[in-house]
């Protein structure tokens, strides 16, 4: 079962270099797993050590957050497109200017 | 519509306008879905900005943190800008933007006409330089207010006391409401509001995903969520593409008559979704969704003609919502 997944920039030092690459898995926790297999560290930088997806993650099935569709329980079928992206969405520059000036 | 004593009282009362010609078509005999839009363009300054700004300074007014005279900070180039700046100049403040350069000469003319001062940081460090230099300002002049629209109650509390009782009044049978993800504050306060009024609604989110450029952290740990987002007010959350955004763009306009911006395209793409699956099921749906600009600010980009590719080149770095 092949699911395209595209990772961010930020990422690709785990993928050699690679922006889409492929994976198997009924869910998305299976399709990182099977991922890490071949692209070792990259899970440990999606999911915490508690399990759960990272907070600054955000990972799409299809355009819709994992999230809510079960996280990491998240159901996959054979030609789903995966996309990770950072959390930094949405006027961008007034967020992280405003992150920085109140330390958070 | 009727009178108004001051600009700043013609804020929100936007008109909803029904897609006739964009809602599905459901088969003989299924329950409507219908496409509904809230036309935010139709604030003083042209965006759904003009509710939370005029918020968040009366809060600021209230609390005694502004006082006549005051200076406020605020760092952006978008519409939330150019709302405070109005906003500003009829209270009596003074606004200072920060920015990078090369924002489009747009938003610069729209800023200063409206009164407000920018300070520019250089383009060639993006937004961690405009970060940096925003410290600065603001460890320099510690008596400048930053009012904090990603984490300032007042920005939610204003769909929430606002958009959300417009909505309902005037679509008591809504069942969905789709709206864009930036600072939350539209999502978090109208979800609310008809969270608590309307059994099974459902909010649903559009999120504009960009070019690579502007993820361009060092790490995952830079990313940011803003502080007034709390996903239990969600049912969904989608993430829409530039393409996606512009061909519902130029839909709109095309369609329906609509002349918007690039976020609302996002936010029809999404609301497309959600009423195509409501036809699947058979099942009714009113789906309103925010119309959250007009394109006027946007025409420089060129995306509103030639091919989608081209589109999509042209905003290719651009944050377009």
């Given at each position: 079962m092949a699911i395209e997944v595209r990772v961010p920039t930020i990422l690709r030092s785990y993928t050699g270099g690679a922006k889409v690459v492929e994976g198997a898995g009924d869910t998305l926790g299976g399709l990182l797993t099977d991922l890490d297999a071949k692209y070792s560290g990259l899970r440990g930088r999606l999911v915490t050590p508690e399990g759960g997806?990272?907070?600054f993650v955000n990972i799409y099935v299809n355009d819709e957050d994992v999230r809510f569709l079960g996280s990491l329980d998240a159901k996959l079928s054979d030609g789903d497109a995966v996309t990770i992206l950072p959390a930094?969405?949405?006027g961008a520059l007034g967020f992280a200017a405003a992150a920085a000036l109140f330390g958070r | 519509m009727a009178r108004y004593e001051s600009l700043l009282d013609a804020c929100g009362g936007t008109p909803l306008v029904g897609l006739p010609r964009l809602s599905p078509t459901v088969p003989e005999g299924a329950p409507p879905v219908r496409l509904w839009a809230k036309?935010?363009?139709?604030n003083p300054t042209g965006s759904i900005k003009d509710r939370p700004a005029l918020f968040m300074v009366r809060q600021a007014e209230e609390s005694g943190r502004l006082r006549p005279g005051d200076t406020i900070l605020e760092p952006t180039s978008g519409n939330t800008g150019i709302s405070l700046a109005m906003v500003a100049k009829l209270r009596g403040y003074r606004l200072v933007c920060v920015m990078?350069?090369?924002?489009?000469s747009e938003r610069v003319q729209l800023l200063r006409m409206y009164g407000a001062e920018i300070i520019f940081s250089p383009a060639a460090g993006g937004s961690n330089q405009a970060v940096a230099t925003a410290k600065e300002i603001a460890a320099e002049h510690p008596d400048w207010v930053m009012l904090f629209q990603y984490g300032n109650d007042a920005n939610a509390r204003a769909h929430y006391e606002t958009t959300g009782p417009e909505l309902l009044h005037d679509l008591?049978?809504?069942t969905h409401f789709v709206a864009g993800l930036g600072t939350t504050g539209t999502l978090m306060g109208t979800g609310r509001y008809l969270r608590e009024k309307v059994d099974g609604i459902q909010i649903v989110a559009a999120e504009p995903r960009y070019g690579e450029l502007v993820y361009g952290l060092r790490n995952i740990d830079e990313g940011y969520v803003p502080e007034l987002y709390d996903a239990s007010v969600l049912n969904r959350r989608f993430s829409v593409g530039t393409r996606d955004a512009v061909l519902r763009t130029r839909q709109l306009v095309e369609v329906e008559g609509i002349f918007a911006g690039f976020s609302t395209g996002a936010i029809l793409h999404a609301a497309l979704a959600v009423a195509h699956e409501a036809v699947k099921k058979g099942e009714r749906a009113d789906v309103a969704f925010v119309v959250c600009d007009g394109g006027w600010k946007y025409l420089s980009t060129g995306a509103y003609g030639g091919t989608l590719a081209e589109a999509e080149e042209a905003l290719e770095g651009q944050l377009w919502a």
């Open positions: 997806l990272h907070r930094v969405a949405g | 036309l935010e363009d139709r990078p350069e090369n924002v489009s008591p049978t809504i």
